[in-house]
């Protein structure tokens, strides 16, 4: 075969979904039609629709992610919509891989579904991404506040949230002559 | 005066306020009946009443009723919870039954303020963080950048991260090992554990200037080369703390009140640390092999030779185990790196990110320009998102950073390993007794800044 | 020295001094530490700088035996109040060093998190500078208050 055979590869009219190479990663995807799978940096990631993400974390343990290493939200604000991005990192130990999950969330509707019941690792993030920046995880046993005190208004790590100091506030401490 | 004489005058002072008769029972107190409630079971009764010790009680036929557990609260300004953690405890005689974590007393907005900064700003924000280990979020940080840049180091500057890395594990758990002894009462450990990381932090302030928060690890390699001597300083610290090391060996490992006081507490499993997300040394000694260092390597580390310490209880004991057979390895990969250290530059060459040698401000004017873009508006990092996680001394320290092109960070979240440890803290100390809280506490060696934030 | 609400006199003058000198050389202080200052301040209490040489040594967990309050490290607005509470229970007369740039004036972190400067919620009487400040630095911050007390500037 010389070079002039080596014909590219042509883009068939419908292309296949691409796949992640992993196999365990394959199985995943595989099992749902929603996934996009993308490579960030060199990181295989998830971009699914925010009600599938307690189907997919679920499936994501069965095929041996053990550890939910992370749960966090971005805040794109006016730079993309919708606004907020859930972004789950989960860990396999025996396969020695990472996946992150983002599901996209719009301002109006921050409802996404807890994963606490598969991972209980998850409460102390969900909580947190409820404190910081709003978003309510349904099934969630106890979704308070973590970080700042009970009577906080606001989420602060919205970009819409001042970013300059607040003045001190003294709701819980006795008064003092 | 007698419990009796007591008695009367209160009996007395009620008389005079009019009351018909004394508003208590005799034998009750602010915190209830002090007679043994009648649902107890006679092994119980002598259990509580403290003829029979034991420490296992997981009590299913009889659970106590709501009016008899008490609930206690812990902190936030307590000296045994290594900071401002506040603990609810809820109380079945000396039995915690459970307890919550109660956090963000600390809360910085770190978070907030790291979308301020310039990228190469960052490590200033973030080493405050765990303060403990302030080498490893400046690394973590700088990782993640580099990743997003998608730029190489220089081999020395990868071996003084990792050299500097390793040091801070080594004063890290000697912290962890004074505070843990400080807790179960172990007084001079704590003197010790601090002397030694003295030694160490002599070498870090030679080094980055400061004793902590060195904002050293920065994107694109380090703040500045080694000092002149510095091979004299870490053949000292060689010298100096493994003997150390041993004699704490000798004073706590075979210790019977050590022993006694950490043994079989605060246990907590494999399968329970995975599923609360707990890493680190507590992982560790839960008997998981499982290290950053060796499953994801980052900055050169898979050309050191060291070990992974693994444990097998659990417990507070296994934890400290872990600890002290870390402190030896990172000792070990100190002494690798000292020995192999690379001549050449301590940081990229790449003048998008790295500013132009001093020498070159003096002749160029574009150098001088170049130089305050960089430490101004700050290098441009491009889009897209990273997760990068390395091993520190608590576990699994990821920072998740998301760029949108600009000069400063859209989003910076560190995954910090404090704050998943502690949900482990309530299985831990579910069924155990209030006695053995704050050794618990002390083995998972938290750190509030890096719980908050 | 006397104190300006003291009428100037031989006695009264000489008692405050006995008292100056008490309340210096044994000045229990109540454990605050809070983030990176905090291990700073053990340090410090440990055996290298050992604080035992200028009567120091003694961290009170309570309040209630505590004449001194350290503020090591940067106080959030959930932890103002417990600070304002924690300062309150101690008797009178009472002193608060203010360690640290974060406790000081919120240090970098000027954000709505943290209160910035301590100043906000109690009296300070001695700032710290650092980031954290050195053992030296603190040290240096104790023995001016104990100057400070001994020649009546701060007189409680």
Known sequence: MTDDQVVEVQEEETPPRTLPDQAVLRAVAEQFDDIEWILSSGQDVFILPKDLVLDVVQAAKDAGFELLADLTVTDYFRGRSPRF?????????????????????????????????????????????????GLVFDGHPDLTRILMPDEWEGHPLRKDFGMGSVPVQFKDSHQVQ | MTDQKRRDKRNVDVWLTGTEEPGWLVDSTDEGAQKMAAHETAGRLLDQEGLVVGDDRVLDEDVAPEDELMIINMGPQHPSTHGVLRLNIELEGEIIRRSKPIIGYLHTGMEKTGEE??????????????????????????????????IDLPPRALAIRILMTELNRVS?????????????????????????????????????????????????????????????????????????????????????IWMGRTLDVGVITLEECLAYSVTGPTLRAAGSGWDLRKAFPYSGIENYHFEVPVGERGDVYDRYRVRVEEIWQSLSIVKQAAESMPEGDYKTDDRKVAPPPRARIDESMEALIHHFKIYTEGFQVPEGEVYVAIESPRGELGAYLVSDGGSRPLRMHMRTPSFANLQGLPVMMADSLIADTVATIASLDPVLGDVDR | MSHPANPPGFLLANLDKVRHWAQTRSMFTVTFGLACCAIEMMATGAGHYDLARFGMEVFRASPRQADLMIVAGRVSQ????????????????????????????????????????????????????????GPQSLMHGILTLHDKIMSGEIAH
């Open chain 2, 172 to 256: 890290s758990h000697l912290v962890a090992l004074a505070t843990n002894g400080m807790d179960i009462g172990a007084l001079s450990m704590m003197l010790y554990g601090f002397r030694d990381r003295e030694r160490i932090l002599a070498f870090f302030e030679k080094t980055t200037g400061l004793r902590m928060n060195h904002n050293y690890i920065r994107p694109g390699g380090v703040a500045a080369d080694l000092p002149p001597d510095w091979q004299d300083d870490i053949e000292f610290i060689l010298d100096k703390v493994p003997p150390r090391i041993l004699e704490y060996e000798d004073l706590l490992k075979a210790n019977p």
């Open chain 2, 117 to 150: 900064l310039t990228w190469l700003q960052g490590p200033t924000n973030v080493t405050r963080m765990d303060y403990l280990a302030p080498f490893h979020n400046e690394l973590a940080y700088s990782l993640a950048v580099e990743k997003l840049l998608g």
């Open chain 3, 78 to 133: 959930k932890m103002a109040p417990v600070l304002r509470q924690v300062y309150d229970q101690m008797p009178e007369p009472k002193w608060v060093i203010s360690m640290g740039a974060c406790a000081s004036t919120g240090g970098m972190f000027n954000n709505y998190a943290l209160v910035q400067g301590v100043d906000q919620i109690v009296p300070v009487d001695i700032y710290i500078p650092g980031c954290p400040p």
């Open chain 1, 85 to 133: 991005e859930l972004v789950i990192n989960l860990l396999s130990m025996q396969h020695r891989l990472r996946l992150r999950l983002r599901a996209p969330v719009p301002v109006d509707d921050v409802q996404v579904p807890s994963v606490v019941g598969v991972y209980p690792g998850a409460n102390f993030y969900e909580r947190e991404a409820f404190d910081l920046f």
